[in-house]
């Protein structure tokens, strides 16, 4: 038992909650029940990035000041995390005075210890990410690779953080801490990095003004990182709260794999530098990976962003939590997938616990009058010992997979756990005991049971708060009460409970039929409707952001740059073909003349405002650059093919009552817009 520190990245203002931020923050919390759980007395932080050239361009976007903008923006995510059942000890904003007070000390300690010179400075620098690339990391055009957006070129006066002088401390401190940087694949990145040779940091900027300014010289404001990355040390003040940071408290950042080295290089290379020991740095950084949404990169153009505060209110925060923690391997790239989430829903949850609980709960009321049953006249046999030796295992090894951060490996296991009760379930036969007459059978049986289901409750609330004190409700137990120097981890079966009144209250995990499915899938996944233009809703959401990067989509325009413009290739086709596609109700596939070799096939959301003969031989108007998208399959002719549409067409109008954009005269297919 010890002291536990578990963060969340701060969240740029520039977007409000999406799916990949509430990922991260889903796991810190579930990590950090588990410390709770096993006595661990714990402190969990997240909170609002809010300075920089970012920030302040999206505030002047919005027509607001950048601490109006932000204080809105900042306030969807406090209240965001609370609805997903996370309940963080401090919301941090990087405009909260004692942050800002915190981050200016900082800086005079790495000035003491002669880490800061001023230079004149020029280099590319991508204001998506607040950092500065070297013409190596950036794609072609300038362009960079993370936010397809050209770089822009700073030249300015600037604080330089001798970073090169932390090279090797930095190297040495990997060495002996060799679970500072998980998992291991983004570790050895890291090494190459550093071992690669670091350069100076930039650390301050001059031109624009929305940061904490540099103590002794308000001209420059610090780099937005310096900053932002001092939140984990600044949460906990210079009071008792500093228990956190000291040698024996365990800091876990939990972070994307997109700003690992932000983490792992810059992070301790300041603390060293401020005179913070080896031991008070972060135990670990944990760099997760990224999730696609339906197999596609969740972004604003392709308005595929997921809300996961509308999955949270249809079927409640746990399910989506549990679907998280379970489906994506942590620490690699995974896929979020509407239907997976119910079947898996369906599968772990309606069919594996939910059924073991109902069962038992019914063989009682049956049975033992609805009570705990006693268990000390039967002697146990040889499927009571596998169940014991299944109980031993799955939770022992669930145990070690919440400790060493593999949330979807612990939650496997107690599935497993699961799974073997239900199959003990079926070999015990109790209805058979009970026709022989051995009700002194039956009842050791439905006991081994409950205590089974007891000890699945607990391993189940680091993800499943609330169905788990739902679960523990039923089998008349008191909410999960986690206090500090207590271990409650069920490494031993709990203890008989015989007398104790049941309390079934119908099915925890009701399962959805495929009707009930498709009905929650419309409602949560709408189908979306490809290669046409979606027009923009009539006005803009009520305190909706705007902005760049993933999220969600704010129906702002947000304006975009001549250069990024000109990268839309439109051109003029002529529809060849057009038949509509079986079993969805929206769509048409359509061939279409683009002056290339081949015609293009493109699926088209079209079907509800025009038949196929309407279409064949119109001029339309295409997006002919857009990278190609996936609709499912569908069956032709009795052969089942991808949808994939190579192309947008673009018309405007509600999906029953589209017009499509054409052009006057006779241009040719192919012709260019522009
Ligand atoms: N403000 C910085 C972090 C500063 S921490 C001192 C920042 N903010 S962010 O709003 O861009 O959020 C980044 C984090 O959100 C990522 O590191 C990751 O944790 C999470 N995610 C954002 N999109 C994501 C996915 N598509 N998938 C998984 N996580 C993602 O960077």
Known sequence: MGRFYATTPIYYVNDVPHLGTAYTTIVTDAVRRFHQLVGDETFMLTGTDEHGQKIEREAKAASLEPKAFTDRISQRFREAWPRLDVHADRFIRTTDSDHEAFVAELWKKVEAAGDLYLENYEDWYCVGCESFKTEKELEPGNVCPLHKKPVERIKEETYFFRLSKWEKPLLDFYAAHPDFIQPVTRKNEVLAFVQGGLKDLSVSRTTFSWGIPVPGNPKHIMYVWFDALANYRSALGNGPLTRFWAPEAKVVHFVGKDILRFHAVYWPAFLLSAGFS??????????????????????????????????????????????????????????????????????????????????????????????????????????????????????????????????????????????AANAYVDRAAPWNELKNGNTARVRKILSR??????????????????????????????????????????????????????????????????????????????????AVADPKPAAPSPGAGTGTGTGTDTGESAIVAYDDFAKVDLRVGVVKTCEKVPKKDKLLRLTVDLGEAEPRTIVAGLALSFTPEKLIGRKVIVVANLAPREFGSAEFDGKKVKLVSHGMLLASGPSEDLRLATIDGDAPPGARLK
Not at 345 to 374: E, F, Q, S
Not at 493 to 502: C, D, K, Q, T, Y
């Open 449 to 530: 049971l409950l205590r089974v289901l007891e000890a699945i409750s607990v391993m189940l609330w680091p993800a499943m708060p609330a169905k788990a004190d739902a679960m523990r409700a039923q089998l008349g137990l008191p909410p999960v009460r986690a206090a500090v120097g207590i271990d409650i981890w069920p490494m031993k079966m709990p203890s008989v409970r015989a007398g104790l009144a049941l309390a079934p209250a119908g099915p925890l995990f009701p399962t959805f039929d495929e009707k009930q499915q498709k009905a929650i899938l419309d409602e949560l996944a709408p189908p979306k409707e490809p």
């Open 278 to 419: 080896r031991e008070q740095i972060p135990a670990t950084v944990f760099a997760h990976g990224f999730l696609t949404v339906d197999g596609q990169k969740m972004s604003k153009a392709l308005r595929n962003a997921v809300d996961p505060l509308k999955i949270a209110e249809k079927l409640g925060p746990d399910v989506l939590r549990y679907h998280l923690l379970r489906a994506i391997a942590f620490g690699q790239d995974g896929d979020f997938d509407h239907a997976a989430l119910l079947e898996r829903y369906n599968a772990d949850l309606g069919k594996n616990v939910g059924n073991l609980l109902n069962r038992v709960l019914g063989l009682c009321a049956r049975n033992t009058d609805g009570k705990h049953p006693d268990d000390d006249v039967a002697t146990d046999g040889p499927i009571e010992a596998e169940l014991f030796n299944a109980y031993e295992q799955c939770v022992g090894a669930a145990f070690t997979n919440w400790q060493e951060l593999a949330p979807h490996l612990a939650l496997e296991q107690t599935m497993k756990l699961s799974s």
